[in-house]
């Protein structure tokens, strides 16, 4: 059984027989950091996707995600703020407890990793870590995640050693879209991208167990996957990352105008949820809706 410190999981969740589900008596196995730096090792490629209620969690588990990120993106996609930054850590506990209760009430295979809110862990390393501790001991997630390089740096060393896992976040890293102006494509230039490539080495360093890579040149976040022992997850960094992350509603389509780049959409979402609202309020209009049948 390979464990990480930090995950708090009970060994009985850790390994459980999903042979109702598989037909077979294959046991699956909880994701772990350790796992995650397996597959790097072994050239596997990692799948995460944002998520950020129970019922999502439930079903993005049993398809077999290998980790789901309760991102702060929920101030976008969820509650409608035009950036990440007034969701409250709060708000992330709330968002993170449905997750964890969704993987648990699943396959439970999934490893759940909840976003540190801006202003959680920039104060000192000392706030960073009763935040990091909060989010752990109230939700039972199994890492955070926060954004920065050098400067989260010394944070980042302050709350691994206290045994919580960390995941990094460099490139565009929205919480501070204020200092950037724009969600254009981060470290195209030389010396931006020579900072980057030291940022991951120092996060690396400081005990992140990985690396989000959000929208860099392919060949930089490729660089940067070949430096550094930890696995890197892309959004919108090419395919030589170790793994790639999406926003749930993105890949579902479950916004039609907001088609990015790097977003593939998996589903048309928005247009089956409409087709469907439409038809139910068509069939009460008409009185058809509920029949006999859907009556006692
Ligand atoms: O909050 C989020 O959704 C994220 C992903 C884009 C990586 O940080």
Do not use: W
């Amino acid at each position: 059984m390979s464990l990480t410190s930090g995950q708090r999981v009970l060994p009985t969740k850790i390994f459980l027989t999903v042979s109702t589900q598989l037909g077979n008596n294959k046991t699956v196995r909880q994701m772990t950091t350790r796992q995650a730096i397996e597959m790097k090792e072994k050239g596997e490629k990692i799948s995460m996707l944002t998520c950020y209620d129970f019922m999502s969690a439930g079903i993005l588990d049993r398809a077999g995600i290998d980790i789901l990120l309760v991102g702060d993106s929920a101030s976008n996609v969820f509650a409608g703020h035009e950036t990440t930054l007034p969701i409250t850590l709060d708000e992330m506990i709330y968002h993170t407890k449905a997750v964890v209760r969704g993987v648990g009430a699943a396959s439970g295979r999934a490893m759940v990793i909840a976003d540190m809110p801006f202003m959680s862990y920039q104060l000192s390393s000392e706030d960073a870590l009763r935040n990091a501790g909060r989010l752990m001991k109230e939700t039972g997630c199994h890492a955070v995640k926060l954004e920065g390089g050098r400067v989260a740096s010394q944070t980042v060393k302050r709350i691994t050693d206290a045994g919580i896992p960390v995941m990094g976040h460099l490139g565009l890293t929205p919480q501070s879209i204020y200092k950037f102006g724009s969600y254009k494509v981060r470290a195209k230039d030389a010396a931006e991208a020579g900072e980057l490539l030291t940022d991951a080495k120092l996060l690396e360093e400081a005990g992140a167990f990985a690396l989000v890579l959000e929208k860099i040149p392919q060949t930089l976040a490729s660089g940067v996957t070949t430096s550094v022992s930890i696995p890197t997850v892309g959004i919108g960094a090419g395919a030589g990352c170790d793994g790639q992350v999406l926003v749930l509603n993105d890949m579902l389509g479950l916004n039609e105008n907001f088609k990015p780049r790097f977003v593939r959409q998996y589903a048309k979402l928005e247009q089956v949820i409409s087709d469907a609202v439409k038809r139910y309020v068509d069939d009460v209009r008409q009185g058809s809706f509920p029949n006999e049948s859907e009556s006692y």
